[in-house]
């Protein structure tokens, strides 16, 4: 219900609402007895194949630094892979690529509500690297922009065909233990950044990816992830009835005013 215009580096805003239709998306909803239901979301098809091996393709062709550019103090001592230098031609152009996908996914823009995105970062291990379990740094700050986020989620874009590599996978602890991913080129993973995680040693091949961190207008996660239960029942509603129909009209106003009263912006 709320589309949302994200620019090219960093600045997002909700310039209208309209029915979006919801594409397909697995989702894990893990509910502690303790803590608030903790959502990982699998959005496939954020790329194309063809798209994501072109991109992986230029990424390769470009310069790569050691990873431990973005680490914080206790994060590097666990890393070892190699990262696209954030400023350079190659990042920049393939931000470009990523931006425009997420803008285009109704999905993802549903499930994050992003109020910032930090500009997407691109990596790649080899047989051997690793990134052992960490947290997220809870503020990032882009020295070119001068942007300061807090991370509320992150997100893992597949880059390489899972055939292509072994070990790798991305394994973020939820409620019910570790949770293993992997998923096809062209796939992201949208998880809270509160999450401890890890990516497995990769053992054959190369894995490529793109990671991001953004800060949602809503932080708390149990009431982003109420608002996209609604808003995907809203959408299906409104495929059957029409958006006029007087009942999706009064969902579509609660979800709206439920927006208003969990956003900041
Ligand atoms: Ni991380």
């Not at 709320?2 to 998306?25: E, F, I, M």
């Not at 390769?60 to 590097?76: E, F, K």
């Amino acid at each position: 219900l709320l589309r949302c215009d994200l620019s090219l580096r960093l600045a997002v805003q909700l310039y209208r609402a309209g029915p979006v239709g919801l594409l397909h998306a697995d989702r894990q909803l893990l509910t502690g007895a303790s803590e608030a239901a903790m959502m990982m979301l699998h959005i496939p098809d954020v790329l194309t194949s063809e798209e994501a091996a072109d991109l992986r393709a230029r990424l390769l062709a470009a310069p790569w630094v050691d990873g431990n550019a973005t680490s914080g103090a206790g994060a590097a001592q666990a890393k070892r892979n190699r990262q696209l230098p954030e400023d350079g031609e190659a990042a920049r152009a393939a931000q470009q690529v990523v931006s425009s996908a997420l803008t285009e996914s109704a999905t993802f823009l549903s499930a994050a509500l992003p109020h910032t995105i930090f500009p997407p970062l691109f990596n790649r291990y080899g047989v051997g690297e690793t990134f052992g379990l960490h947290v997220d740094n809870a503020v990032r700050y882009h020295a070119a922009t001068g942007a300061r986020i807090r991370t509320d989620l992150s997100a893992t874009l597949f880059l390489t065909p899972p055939e292509e590599y072994d070990g790798g996978e991305l394994i973020v602890e939820d409620n019910s233990g570790m949770q293993s991913h992997k998923y096809p080129a062209g796939s992201l993973l949208l998880y809270p950044s509160t999450t401890l995680h890890r990516v497995a040693e990769v053992t054959r091949g190369e894995r490529v990816s793109c990671f991001m961190w953004l800060q949602s207008l809503v932080a708390d996660n149990a009431a982003r992830e109420m608002l996209f239960d609604l808003d995907q029942s809203v959408q299906t509603l409104s495929a059957d009835r029409g958006a006029t129909d007087a009942e999706v009209l009064k969902l579509t106003q609660l979800y709206h005013n439920l927006v208003r009263r969990w956003a900041q912006s």
